[in-house]
């Protein structure tokens, strides 16, 4: 098992070293980069609208829970509290928590449409940007340059080593 992963290993690495490295299958590699990364991003706000489906689909089911309790829109706390000294009591205890459980819900799906409209920002600022920096990388002071920003954000305490400028 271990010389059938070094064999694949090795053809994985001949492979690799097949393909030139040059202006052209750098731009490819940085394309093929930049689709897994948008592919990633729209999983990840595809998950984003799943979670908000469902807490909507909650949202009205406790909505509609309140509803069929006679809980309206415009009663006050206050109002449902009073029916608790009443013969109604639990019925009002069941009301508050309904309204409670509504609000939070609220709260919740308020938070998650945030969080999806953050991350689809995200998705078109870095689909933007990727193409911008897959045209600019034409010229070796341009591929440079991506090279130490890549360095910068791979090794952010400054462990890359010194690249010496071009003369």
């Given at each position: 098992?271990?010389?059938?992963?070094?064999?694949?290993?090795?053809?994985?690495?001949?492979?690799?070293?097949?393909?030139?490295?040059?202006?052209?299958?750098?731009?490819?590699?940085?394309?093929?980069?930049?689709?897994?990364?948008?592919?990633?991003?729209?999983?990840?706000?595809?998950?984003?609208?799943?979670?908000?489906?469902?807490?909507?689909?909650?949202?009205?089911?406790?909505?509609?829970?309140?509803a069929?309790?006679?809980?309206?829109?415009?009663?006050?706390?206050?109002?449902?509290?009073?029916?608790?000294?009443?013969?109604?009591?639990?019925?009002?205890a069941?009301?508050?928590q309904?309204?409670?459980?509504?609000?939070?819900?609220?709260?919740?799906?308020?938070?998650?449409?945030?969080?999806?409209?953050?991350?689809?920002?995200?998705?078109?600022?870095?689909?933007?940007?990727?193409?911008?920096k897959?045209?600019?990388?034409?010229?070796?002071?341009?591929?440079?340059?991506?090279?130490?920003?890549?360095?910068?954000?791979?090794?952010?305490?400054?462990?890359?080593?010194?690249?010496?400028?071009?003369?």
């Open positions: 098992k271990v010389e059938a992963k070094k064999a694949e290993i090795a053809e994985a690495q001949a492979i690799l070293d097949s393909i030139p490295d040059n202006e052209e299958t750098n731009k490819a590699a940085i394309g093929l980069q930049n689709l897994q990364r948008a592919k990633a991003a729209r999983a990840k706000v595809e998950a984003k609208r799943a979670e908000l489906a469902k807490l909507a689909e909650e949202e009205k089911k406790i909505e509609d829970e309140a069929a309790q006679g809980v309206t829109e415009g009663m006050t706390e206050e109002e449902l509290a009073g029916m608790a000294d009443g013969p109604e009591a639990d019925k009002a069941t009301m508050l309904s309204l409670k459980r509504k609000k939070d819900a609220i709260a919740k799906v308020e938070a998650k449409k945030a969080e999806i409209k953050a991350a689809e920002e995200e998705v078109k600022k870095e689909e933007k940007g990727a193409a911008d897959a045209a600019d990388l034409s010229s070796p002071r341009a591929q440079l340059a991506a090279a130490k920003e890549l360095d910068e954000k791979l090794n952010p305490d400054g462990g890359g080593e010194e690249v010496p400028p071009e003369a």
